[in-house]
């Protein structure tokens, strides 16, 4: 079978700057334009249209030829028939991308994460009053941070990754990892290498922490893997690449690291090791793997085999390859002719298999104050540009390409990462994101070539997702369009056969104006952290515009009932919820300074009140759910040591991560979801709440040791080892009339205690690597 290749256009095998450092067209290798892209696009309109008629009433024209100097373009106008609309585009992913413009910015219509709201007559569609034509303004929109394939996509099958790709390219994404099953070929390599399967079993991690042993962080922690796990995956990355490449979506395959199972060096003797660090406290038990030095000959050798195998697997010559050798880890030598010839030799072995193969490279390593500007040059000196594009991860917050010359000659993409873990507070920047990617256009011109989202978790802030992916497309907006723009955010989301009131888009513009406005970094949610008496909770913006935004949300819910107004709702309850909690729980230390046992035991029954008030609210709405993530995973297990396997890697990715109380990753999953404010945050509260009372009893003050001793084994441990209930994927209770009883019940208190105002620092549970 002829190979599947994304492109027959070759990238430059060199490319000749002048002096002023401005490059010559530079053609990077893009998907083809075939029948069966038009046929991928009409299938993804009649699946988000649930098979409509209306779906027929979209006319395709897809070819390559309109795109503007690489760039993809999209044109809607009425189609050749009464009642249709043609869409004409450069490539499919152009085509989709047009399709949910027209949803969009036509229809009052949207497609998010959290369910649709899709208003189209099956008859006729609304006419085009005047063509409509959109050039991006990049070459690529990229999706995905390694992270994301385990916080959010693990445990998904194919429907559910169908659903995800049809998202990816309805927003214009036009290019993502596809790490998806790729243990399956390494333990294939491995194994002709003469390793044992034991010792394969000993490297891999559980399926919830692959991404940290792909990058080198982590081995075995939660495994191993078992071969119907193998299995299913490569065949799940098989459907994953196919319908990738048949929308038009550049699948990016993983190169070879280095990092091997812990028996290499003995296996290997004369080839030239070193050991990742230990990662965050997890102990070279569970972290510092060996890798193999790029430097050594032995390199070429091992990675030639695996990316030959990659690519013969899976028949797809992809031409685009990721490898991030140095994530959150020293490197060994800090010479700079070494650090240049370590990229050299990750290229050499991309190349051999790949001679167009360009290197996809996460800038997130030169957060570390290892990486001089000296040191950073010399690290990319020997990648040929054009052969290297650069992910700036967290370009909203700490953007990279300033602090190195837009990376000394190389391409790179602005992106958005603003989510860690997939917790799902409330938080963003709508003007860093606006004015980010122009400004980084400005610095570095042809440079930069994408706009991206390189969040760890999805299901989340969706305003967040949908506003970045369009600075793909739009120019800065200033505040006045700014507002226009989240009216027109809350019409898509709300807009039914009734009108929607006024304080439904108020809201909305307090909400862009205060928890989205400059607040890009998310601060952790006292509620869902470790209990102990010197916590806090900071806030960035003013607690009363919040406060304003959920009075107005419930007052609308008089008049809507929109399957996404319940979802936002619930999701602007929980967050006035959790600051609640926190107003309160300074209350509590408070009355403990004081010795006042009745003020202790008064606040922790107001504290437990709304932990029980939290898992009402979330249990009203199915995407606040922990029993759909556990039965995501569940669908793997094949009998009852299954079934503890994959409860136990779910659960404890989402609580502990580790499996002690000593790590610093306690928690860097949290998420406010019904089934886990239950059974693991509240027995938490509990058990401090007990320890307080104790310690005023007896007149002693609280023993840190002995509190998280008794929280991992009362609380923790019970709930990721020993707990094996079967949570709920269906909801319990009226979302609307729980926010309105909830509303009623705390808003005559809550402006009454204040959080103090400032600006969180970014709490990195790494920061003894980054500064």
């Known amino acids: 079978m002829e190979r599947l290749t994304i492109s027959y256009t070759c990238v430059a095998v060199a490319l000749v700057f002048l002096l002023t450092h401005q490059c010559h067209a530079l053609q990077w290798p893009k998907p083809t334009v075939s029948s069966s892209s038009t046929q991928a ?70 497609f998010y994460w959290s369910g649709k709201n899709i208003r189209l007559n099956g008859s006729a569609l609304i006419p085009i009053t005047s063509p409509i034509r959109i050039v991006a303004n990049d070459l690529f929109r990229w999706y995905g941070n390694p992270c994301t394939f385990s916080y959010s ?52 991690t559980g399926p919830a922490f692959l991404a940290w042993l792909r990058m080198g962080n982590l081995q075995k922690h939660g495994g191993p893997l078992s071969q119907n796990w193998h299995q299913s995956q490569f065949q799940l990355a098989k459907q994953i690449i196919q319908r990738m490449t048949d929308i038009g979506i550049i699948p990016v395959l993983p190169a070879f690291t280095g990092f091997m199972p812990r028996t290499a060096p003995r296996r290997f003797p004369t080839a030239k090791f070193y050991y990742s660090s230990d990662w965050n406290g997890f102990g070279c038990n569970d972290s510092c793997l060996p890798y193999l030095d ?15 195998e990659t690519v013969t697997s899976l028949n797809i010559l992809s031409h685009y390859y990721a490898c991030d050798l140095f994530n959150e880890m020293t490197p060994p030598i800090s010479d700079l002719s070494y650090l240049a010839n370590v990229n050299a030799g990750i290229m050499k072995s991309m190349q051999t298999v790949d001679p167009n193969a360009i290197w996809v490279m996460q800038a997130w390593l030169f957060l570390s104050d290892f990486w001089t500007p000296a040191r950073v040059q010399s690290y990319l000196s020997k990648v040929p540009p054009g052969h290297m594009i650069l992910l700036d991860l967290f370009s909203e917050a700490r953007p990279q390409y300033s602090r190195f010359q837009s990376f000394y000659g190389h391409y790179y993409i602005w992106n958005m990462l603003h989510d860690f873990g997939g917790n799902n507070g409330l938080f963003g920047s709508l003007v860093n994101v606006t004015n980010g990617p122009q400004a980084a ?22 305003i967040m997702y ?52 400059l607040n890009p970094n998310r601060a952790y949610s006292l509620m869902l952290r470790r209990p102990a008496l010197d916590r806090g909770q900071s806030i960035s913006f003013d607690l009363k515009v919040l406060l304003s935004a959920w009075e107005l949300l419930v007052n609308s819910s008089d008049q809507l009932d929109a399957d996404l107004f319940r979802y936002d709702l619930v999701d602007i309850t929980k967050e006035v919820l959790q600051y609640e909690f926190a107003c309160q729980f300074v209350q509590l230390t408070v009355a403990f300074n004081r010795s006042d046992l009745y003020g202790v035991a008064t606040q922790a029954a107001i504290l437990t009140d709304l932990l029980e008030d939290m898992e009402r609210i979330l249990a009203s709405d199915r995407r606040f759910l922990l029993g759909n993530w556990i039965a995501d995973a569940l669908q793997f297990a094949k009998n009852e040591e299954d079934i503890h396997f994959y409860n136990m890697n779910a659960k404890l990715q989402v609580s502990i991560w580790g499996t002690n109380y000593t790590l610093g990753l306690f928690d860097y999953a949290n998420k406010f979801w019904s089934g886990m404010i239950e059974d693991y945050y509240a027995p938490r509260w509990r058990v401090f709440f007990d320890v307080l009372v104790k310690c005023l009893l007896e007149g002693i003050p609280v023993d840190t040791n002995l509190l998280h001793k008794r929280l991992f084994f009362e609380a923790e441990l019970p709930f990721f080892m020993l707990d094996t209930k079967i949570y709920p994927t269906s909801t319990r209770g009226d979302s609307i009339q729980i926010a309105r009883e909830l509303f009623n019940k705390y808003n005559p208190s809550i402006n009454s205690v204040c959080l103090p105002l400032g600006s969180p620092k970014l709490d990195y549970p790494f920061g003894r690597y980054f500064n």
């Open 466 to 517: 949908e506003f970045a992916l369009e600075q793909s497309w739009r120019s800065p907006l200033n505040e006045t369009e700014l507002n226009d723009w989240l009216v027109g955010f809350v019409m898509r989301r709300y807009s039914s056969n009734q009108t929607i009131p006024s304080s439904a888009l108020y809201a909305w513009q307090d909400l862009g104006n205060s928890v989205y406005h």
């Open 441 to 462: 256009r400005n610095f570095s011109k042809e440079q930069m070539i994408g706009v991206g989202i390189t969040m760890e978790g999805i299901n989340q802030n969706e």
């Open 294 to 308: 790029p430097t050594d000959p032995f390199f070429q050798q091992v990675g030639v085999a695996l990316l030959n």
């Open 153 to 204: 996509a693990v445990f998904w099958n194919f429907s559910r990754w169908e659903k995800e790709i049809d998202w990816m390219a309805m927003n214009g994404i036009n290019i993502v990892y596809a790490t998806t099953g790729m243990e399956y070929i390494f333990s294939k390599v491995f194994l002709q290498m003469g390793f044992t399967q034991s010792e394969i079993d000993e490297y891999f």
């Open 41 to 110: 696009i009409a299938d993804l309109i009649s699946r988000v249209l649930d098979g409509s008629p209306s779906a027929r009433l979209f006319r395709l024209s897809i070819n390559a030829n309109l795109g503007v100097n690489g760039k993809d373009v999209f044109e809607l106008s009425n189609g050749p028939d009464p009642g249709s609309v043609l869409i004409t585009a450069s490539s499919g992913v152009a085509a989709a991308w047009g399709f949910n413009y027209y949803l969009k910015y036509v229809a009052d219509s949207s």
